[in-house]
Nanobody, 126 residues
Framework: QVQLVESGGGLVQAGGSQRLSCAASGRTFSTYTMGWFRQAPGKEREFVAA????????YYADSVKGRFTISRDNAKNTVYLQMNSLKPEDTAVYYCAADSGGGYYSGGTYYGMNYWGKGTLVTVSA
């Protein structure tokens, strides 16, 4: 079982930056693809970014490409999401997710995450 705990959410002004962290339990973290998803009020949850086990391959939603950066530190069992040039439409609950095997990226989203955190709220004010 993997437990994921997000932190770093809060209120930020448009144009500002925020960094989210996700601390994972379990000795096999370094073998998992990790990702971030978000859910805005009244909308479905959507893919934001993912990073493979080595950190060498990353995937991004078109809406955040060039503004957000996903990274990981396997020694600390932590994955990060650096968010720059934030917009009000980035306001959402951000969820950390893990793929222990079998997941894949296709058509601009990632399928097969099987562990989820409880989320952290990011609010971007205009």
């Amino acid at each position: 079982q993997v437990q994921l705990v997000e932190s770093g959410g809060g209120l930020v002004q448009a144009g500002g930056s925020q960094r989210l962290s996700c601390a994972a339990s379990g000795r096999t973290f370094s073998t998992y693809t990790m990702g971030w998803f978000r859910q805005a009020p009244g909308k479905e949850r959507e893919f934001v970014a993912a990073v493979t086990w080595s950190g060498h391959i990353t995937y991004y939603a078109d809406s955040v490409k060039g503004r957000f950066t996903i990274s990981r530190d396997n020694a600390k069992n932590t994955v990060y999401l650096q968010m720059n040039s934030l917009k009000p439409e980035d306001t959402a609950v951000y969820y950390c997710a893990a793929d222990s095997g079998g997941g894949y990226y296709s058509g601009g989203t990632y399928y097969g995450m099987n562990y989820w955190g409880k989320g952290t709220l990011v609010t971007v004010s205009a």
